[in-house]
């Protein structure tokens, strides 16, 4: 029920939703506690807020210039997370969640490193991403066993740390990166520059 809740604070969260489930000792009563916690919180959106929803949809069509996608664009020739490059990163995303669902299903003991793979994978297939994104998995990564976790999201936090230093668009200029000059890259520049007009 608190994972549904989170996901109503945090719609990003929804993604452990299913996890949670299967990582219950009694998934049929976590399922129903679920559903009846999603009508609540279904409830809460339309009744105190007309029914509006975040605005997802633009946030995921926003692009910082050190994603991995962002990254994957460039090298892809495609000048950067463009519609395609962005939809596989969510589908990235959708592969991660089921794989981790298999093996939470099959042995539930694997949630929490389960939940810190799928929340550090959901930090990184976005293409609008800020450092504390991985604040996520942090607690799942430190609780769960095996370690193997760990490595993977001290390099995801170093990386997203440097992609968050407000000095990181003259730096990748003095390095030769123009992620703007593309246009992909110039799309993406001007749908934020509207934004915060």
């Not at 009508?39 to 339309?46: D, K, N, P, Q, T």
């Not at 892809?76 to 395609?84: K, N, Q, S, W």
């Not at 000059?181 to 509207?194: F, I, K, V």
Request: proline residues 8%.
């Amino acid at each position: 029920m608190l994972a549904v809740a989170a996901a109503g604070l945090k719609p990003s969260f929804a993604v452990v939703v299913p996890l949670v489930v299967l990582g219950c000792r009694h998934r049929v009563w976590a399922a129903a506690g679920a559903a009846w916690t999603g009508a609540i919180v279904a409830g809460i959106v339309l009744l105190v807020f007309g029914g509006a929803l975040p605005a997802i949809g633009i946030q995921g069509r926003l692009v910082t210039p050190l994603s991995l996608p962002n990254l994957a664009g460039v090298l892809l020739h495609h000048g950067g997370a463009d519609a395609p490059v962005r939809a596989a990163g969510r589908d990235a995303l959708v592969v991660a969640v089921l794989a981790a669902c298999a093996a939470v299903a099959w042995r539930p003991r694997w949630l929490l490193p389960a939940l810190g793979l799928v929340l550090l994978a959901a930090a990184l297939s976005l293409s609008w991403v800020m450092p504390w994104y991985l604040a996520w998995c942090l607690p799942f990564a430190a609780l769960a066993v095996p370690r193997a976790l760990v490595p993977a999201v001290v390099v995801g936090c170093l990386w997203l740390g440097v992609g968050g230093v407000p000095q990181m668009p003259q730096l990748l200029h003095d390095a030769g990166f123009y992620p703007t000059r593309s246009p992909t890259g110039l799309a993406n520049h001007d749908l934020e520059m509207q934004l915060v007009r």
